[in-house]
Structure formats: C-alpha cells, structure tokens
C-alpha cells in the first residue's frame, strides 16, 4: 500500500518493502526546460549539490532526465535523512568555488560517454530546442555563471515543484527538507521540426531506428511490447539479421508517451533489416495483431504488478506522475485496465504511432519509397543581404543580412534566422556556428570566403548575448585554409601538394621523426646488450624508455593516419 | 526431324498459348471483377496463378478500377497484387528497358514515382496476406527498380519461398537482381539457377533459370560465354532435367522455357537440339528471351530457319 503524507511542505509517498530503505527526491526540471546556449545548466547544479556528499560514505546518486531531476538514496535511516536534508541545504548555499571544476568534469563526462544511437532522432523531430536538446552537448556549460544557477535553483527546485518517495516504514528519523516555497511548473509544450509525418532521416550507424508520439495509456504500453516481440521474431529468430531488436515506451509528462524501437543490422544486411522493419510496421498498421503477443505481454506485465514489492517499483514512477499532473492509477486499477486491452485497442496505437512516426534508417538509405516523408535537412529559402563569394570555388555563397545568415547555392539553401536563433557558438577566430530552432547548423568559416573577415561583427552584433556561448580558442592547424580548387577539380583527383599538406598539418611526418629516434634509441640499447658495449644499466635504460617512448608515439600516429587515409578517400 | 514445308510464323502474345490470359483480360476490359477472380482462383497452382496476375498488370488503363476494388475489399490481395504490378509495368514502360546510362532524369523521376505508389500498395497487401506469394514476386521487381538492395531482395524471396519453394516467377526476378547489372555477381547467378534447378521436381520448369542465367551472361557480358565447357554443360544438364525429361509437361511456363532452350542451343551451334525445341514449340514464341537479340520475331525465324536446315542437313 501507497501512504502519501507531506513533508516540510514536500509532498511525498511512502511504500513498505522487504528490501533496503530507499528515498528520492524528483523535481520537475530536466533538460527540456533548458535552452540551447544554456544547456547543462540542470546537470550541473545536480554535479554541485551532490559535491558535498561525496565526503560521506553514501550509496547515493542523483541524474538528469528531460523533464526531471532527483537525487536518489539507499542507506540506514540516519545516512538516508542525512543525505536528503544535505541535498536541500546546498541547493540554497552552491559550493559555487566548485564552478569551473564542476564543468570541467562534465565536459569530461560529455567526451568520454557513449551516445545512444538514438539520440539524434530527438533534434530531428523536436528541433533544437525543449525535448530536442537531449540530443545535443551541454553547449551552455561555458557560459553558465553563478547568478544564472541561484536563478535556476530558486526557480525550479522549490518545495512546490519537488515530490519524495520512500521505500520503508516511514519517514527516516531526523529527515528535514529545507527548501524555498515556489512554483509547480508544467512540462515545457513539445515543439515540432517536422512539417509532415510519418517522416524519415539517414542516421549515420547501420540501426534502424523509430520514434513515435502516442497519447499515454495503456494499451500503448501493450503496444511497443507486441512490437517488440514482432521486431525480435522478424528480424532476429526468423531472418537472423539484427542482433539487438527491441522496443521501448516511455510516457513524455504531458499527456503523450513515446514508443522507440530499434534494430541493429550487419553491414551486408542493413537494407534487409530496414525492409524487415517496415514490414513489420506494416503489419501491425494494418490491424494483424498476433492474439498470442498480446496475451504474452499482458501477462508479462500483469506479472510484475502482482508481487509484494509493487507499491515499492512504483514509487517513481508514481513520482513522476504526481509532479507532472497525469493519473496516478493503484496497481489494481492498471492491471484491470491491462486485462481489458483487445486486439483493436493496440490495432488503435499502432495506427496513431504509424501517423506520427520518425523513422531513423542507416546512412546512404531513404524510406520514401515506403511512404515516409523526408525530414527536412535544408530551408525554405535564404535570407536578403550582402553576399561572399567561396575562396574553394564552390558556387554556394554565404548571405548575411538583417534577417540570418544562409548558405546559398543554386539549388538549396540553409538559413538559421536571428530571431530563431537557438545558439551561436563563438570561437576567437572568428568562426561561428549558428543553430536554428529548426535544428538546421550553419558553420561561418571566415577565411573560406572574399571578405569572410566582416562577418563575425555583423553576427555578433545581431544575436543577443544570451544565445552566445563563447568556445576556447582551437588549434591554430585546425583553421581552415581555403584551397582554391576543392570545388572545381573533379572528384578523386587530388594534386600531391594538398596531399602532402594533409600528411603534414595531420602531423605525420614530425611524429614519424620522432618515432624513428625512439625505435634507434631501443635499437641502440639492444645493440649495446649484445655486442657488451656500454653500461648494463645504461643498456636497460635505453631499451625500457625507448620501448615506452615508440608506443606513446604509435599510439598517437596511428589515429592521425588513420584520419588522413579517409580524408584522402 | 520432320520439317514443315511453310513454318507458322510465330506468336508472341501469351494469350495463343494460355487461353486463360485473353479471358482475365477480356474481364478486365469490362470490370467484372468476380470474373477475374473466378480465373484467377482457378488457377491450377501456384506459378499459374502469379503468371495469370503478372499478366493481368500489362493491361492498360485498369488502375482506377483496381484501386476501387481494393477500396470496396482491402484484404483482396490479387487486387493489390495487380494493382502494383500494373503501376510497376506503367513505371517500367517509361523508363524502357535501356541500361540505365540511357535513361533520362525525368524518365527515371517518374519510374520511380510509379514504383514507390507500386510498393506502398504491396507493403500493405503483404502486411495483410502475408502468404500471397504473387503479391511477393511483385515487391521483388518493385524492390530491384527502387535499388533496394540485393539483402531486402533477398529477404523478400526468403519470405515467398517460405510458402512455395519452387515458385519459377519468383526465381526468375530474384535472378535479374542477382545479375552484375543490378546488384550481383555471376558466381551467384550460376549458383542460384542450378541450386533451385536441382531442387525442383523432376521435369519441372525451374532448371531454365540455369539456361537464363548462361544466355544473361553470353549476352550482357561475353559472347564467348555460351562456348565454354562450363555453359554448354549446364545447358545439357537443364534440358536433360526439364524439356528432355518425360515429365515434362506443357503447363504454364512452357513456352518460355522452350523458347530458352532454343535461343541457348541455336547460339552454341547445337542446332538438332535447337529444331526439337522449335518443333515442339510450333508457332508459340516469348518475347523473353527473343528481344535480347533485337527484333523478336526475325530472330525467332532466322534462328528456327538455321537450325531446321542444318539439322534436317544431318
């Protein structure tokens, strides 16, 4: 049984369990209430205010989600009351003198994760902005100061817009949560970067990939586990051609939940494994519903309602619920409504997730010949303004005017307006990167265009600061130089001369140097060993650091030959 | 070798040798649909009935009466079949049968356009009769002319032959797309041809994907193809297990398969083999595979003529 009561004005649930004592704290903020140029501002505070506890002994975490934030806990009573109490009080007093570490760690963190292979699909459909930004770095990180995370803290992680849940007894002895009175806050409205759906981008990996917005229910549930099932049979048991065929569904905190389903292909079976994919949507579009996946997945999910730990699980998702204002149904109430799902009622969902589908298909493909619409990858038009002409020979040219700035080629155009500007990303050289609300990137390279130098003033000037986030200065060699004939000469014939720039700007030639006077240095050593020349320990010397000397130097060439291969490819 | 003193000249329309095809075509012309489905159904297996459909989607202006009958019944998959097979053949016959190098852009925007209405009425058709192998044999030209991939090909065979592992209409698309032109290579051609050759029952139509695949070749890549030990015995082998076997039947195929073996024999000089087969033949020709070597018809005579003279020579 569920007991809700209130803490210091925090609402909270509390389920028995058999289980250790467990607590988290959700506030309703997440990354889709950032913007763009201030991306990772959630994440950060997060980082900030669990600093202090990583002096204790805790088993603790906390995360970032899109539309919440919580800092989960499982201990003894006194460490568990602790812990939260310790989460409120620094979130009204910020180690702020941990800013810059802080944000060196995430970047960090940002550099060495793995992403999901799906997470591009979220700008594509949301654009850059709201629930899109999850596909996107923390750009903002740079730019965020201290005024800008009080603000964000008094804002959002307020008593009124913060639930507790615990798994135990009742609430830990000792437990105060001092937080600030505010505001509930609603889940940002979900914008839309395309035009029409079902819809289809190319991804770069060999996954197939979909994304579809369904009204919560759940039927819907239901839904992406038959799809599941009819991926993995499909695709995996029947045709062996995915290993990973899956289905996910994952309720948005407005009212919607989305359903994502991937499959991974080998690279001879990608167009097989897209086909399959289609067919298996096909399939469930048209209304043939296998009754035996339907009765599988009721019942795998009816399963996990009918145990002595259910209130427990359910906590956070209750959580959810309760800080987002969507129905909180007992576990009685949704295992009825799971014996009540029919056949037409997942026939229903599969027709409205078809409707609004963002198909991910593998790089080079297309799904328009199954009825999917582009998403957009160019815009409407460009902007009026002064025009640059390409220093490469390109006939795309660089517009800028009081509007935007485009990119401007005979055929197409991409355009990032000012005032749908979601970020421009500064450099010293005056390179500038301009993201549309629309998720289009338009790339400024001064020096590849006649005059090239007037333009950063001219952006600069028009994009108001707070859409600004100023980048660290970059390696002088990675500021292009134009090369005159990049457009004109025809594909595959490349003058040696830029060949050998490439070697040499890549560094090639000075590493290869270097890695020669190391392997002699070992040379010389195991010379020595032989012939008795020299010291023994001098002769170990030479061997061991010239040894250690070479792998430092290969491991760094190889990667750098390895990136000049495929530029030259 | 009896030779007819006037030799009938020859007919390339499938209806003279498969009555049926004029009656589901006469249905067609004046939309009575329970009529072509009558035929249709009646069909005595698998290959006629697919044979019957591909037919029916060369008849012209019948698009908007199929789309009304699919309208009115979904599920009818012969409907749905027919109705992509006849907005493939319309694609197909803009694009003409040129290498691609030939085509022009527009030609190919509109082939494609046919192609991909083509696939969406099969993607749903299959959906909902996932056992109709013609509807299959249909997204396998649809899948080839779209440049789906030779995977999603072969996916879509692997998905038919599940329900008919002899199906000849089917082999002999997924055979096209095996070939270099479209997504292939010849090993697997050859591979291909003979494994559902040896597979087939014996006397069945399947072995002439073998001679099929030996005259793609000769003629798409290597005159001297049909000259070698290799080709010459392939062929000797098919005809051994088909035209020559006492179980051969003249169902529907036969005409083409003869036809084959008869332009693969009178191109490697073996023409008493060639006049049997033209003898059997009488007046009833193929445009596949004829048209390989221009005009159909004067091919068919000259080559009938050659083989007749030298083998009544012997």
Redesign the interface.
Known sequence: MIRRTEIDGVPALIAPTAGPLQAGLMFRVGRADETLSRAGITHLLEHLVLHPMGLADYHYNGATAPVTTYFHMQGPEKDVAGFLSGVCDALSALPLDRLETEKAILRTEHGSRTPHVTEPMALWRYGARGHGLIGYPEFGLHMITPDDLSAWAARYFTRDNAVLWITGSDVPAGLTLRLPAGERQAVPAASSALPVTPAYFSGGSRTVALDAVVRRRTAAGVFAGVLERELFRGLRQE?G?SYTASADYNPRGDGYAVVTALADALP?????V???F??VL??L??G?IEPADLAAVVARRADALDNAEVSATRLPSLALALLTGEPQPSAEELAAELRNVTVADVHEVAEEALGSALLMVPAGRSA????FAAAPSVSDGAVDGQAYRSLEGSDARLVVGEQGVSLAGPQEAITVRFDQCAVVLAWPDGCRTLIGEDAISLTVEPTLFAGGAAVPPVIDAAVPPHLRVDMPARDPSSIPVPDPDRYSRPPGVRPLGSRLRLWQRAGVPKLGFLLLLAAGLTVLGIVGMVTGAGTIRGQLVAVAGGGVWSSYLIRNLIPRVQQVWRMLE | MPVAPAQPYPDFDPVAAYPVMGRVRNALVVQDWAAVRALVDAAPESAARTMLIRFAATVPDTERFLRDVLDRD?DDSVAGAMLGGRLIDAGWAVRTRAMAEHVSAGQFRVFHEH??RA??IL??A???N?ADVAVWCERLI??RG?G?????V???Y?RLAAHDPHHLPAQSQLLQSLCPKWDGTWEQVHAFARERMLAAPKGANNAVLVVTGHLERALGDDESHLATPFARDEVHEAAARSVLDPDFRHDYGWVGVRNSFAMAFSLMGDNREAAAQFNALDRFASKDPWEYLGNPAEAFVRRRARAYAIAGAR
């Open positions: 045709g051609l001879e079976k990608q167009d097989a897209l086909g399959g289609i067919d096909a399939k579009r048209v043939r328009d010949w199954a009825g | 979904p192609l991909r696939e969406q993607i749903t299959a959906a909902r996932p649809s899948a779209l789906l991939g030779i995977s999603e072969r996916r879509r692997d």
